[in-house]
């Protein structure tokens, strides 16, 4: 049986924990997502509605009184030793002190950097995990812990029980969590909430790249620029993100 650093490798499929020849080989998105099915979708698709549909139910039980939330995005891959690691950690300490709540992926890395934060700090400590091929499962800062099949369905809870986004460095995941967040800002399906990337150096080049080559050339307007702000330091992203005013306003 495959073992990771010492420990059985396990796979985390909704509420079902799977390990050594359970693990299946490809993801329910996968299988949702899959062409060529001919009819059996007839049989098993209207099955899937009701799994996804009790993903929702889970979903909102859980989150409906943690209260203002703020979730913090980052890469799965930053290391303890990184100092964008003690970025996540601070600015969740720093989200609990302003009395919001902590959401992440619950993963690896910024996500559990900020999970820990908001642990030590007191606070309530939200990760929303994904079923993935690769072992990722739930880190052990999270007191309030869902594991999600389908994508759509933790993307809906990240959207509904936040008050706005801290993203840190990192990398798809990341990018996909901010980009969806600006377009659903930008075409109103849901009020403007703030956007804060923390590391001016790590984001510069996509900042740029917004400015000279899609709002040049018209594919968004000046304004949506605005819609995202960077910063460097943590208490200037949570002040952001939480709406308060500076101590110079």
């Not at 909102?60 to 009184?65: R, V």
């Not at 740029?208 to 018209?218: A, I, R, V, Y």
Request: with cysteine; glycine share 12%; aromatic share 10%.
């Amino acid at each position: 049986m495959a073992e990771n650093n010492g420990r059985r490798r396990s796979y985390q499929r909704g509420p079902v924990l799977l390990r050594g020849a359970q693990i299946p080989k490809e993801t329910s998105d996968e299988r949702l997502l899959r062409e060529g099915q001919g009819a059996d979708w007839l049989h098993e698709d209207p099955w899937r509605v009701l799994r996804i549909q009790s993903e929702f139910v889970e979903g909102f039980g859980a989150l409906a009184e943690i209260g203002p939330a703020v979730s913090v995005f980052g890469s799965a891959r930053t290391k303890e030793d990184h100092p964008y690691w003690q970025v996540g950690y601070e600015v969740a300490q720093r989200l609990v002190e302003a009395d919001y709540a902590v959401i992440t992926g619950g993963g690896p890395g910024a996500m559990e950097a900020a999970n820990k934060g908001a642990w030590d700090a007191g606070g309530i400590s939200v990760g929303l995990g994904i079923e993935l091929p690769q072992e990722q499962g739930m880190n052990q800062w999270v007191n309030v812990g869902i594991n999600f099949r389908y994508f759509f369905a933790r993307k809906t809870m990240f959207v509904k029980y936040s008050s706005g986004f801290i993203v840190l460095p990192g990398g798809f995941g990341t990018l996909d969590e901010l980009f969806e967040a600006l377009t659903l800002v930008q075409t109103r399906k849901i009020r403007s909430f703030p956007i804060v990337l923390v590391g001016t150096e790590y984001w510069a080049g996509l900042v740029d790249w917004l400015k000279e080559s899609l709002c040049e050339q018209g594919m968004i307007s000046p304004g949506d620029i605005d819609l995202v702000q960077v910063v460097d330091d943590p208490a200037e992203a949570v002040r952001i993100a939480t709406g308060q005013m500076s101590a110079s306003a």
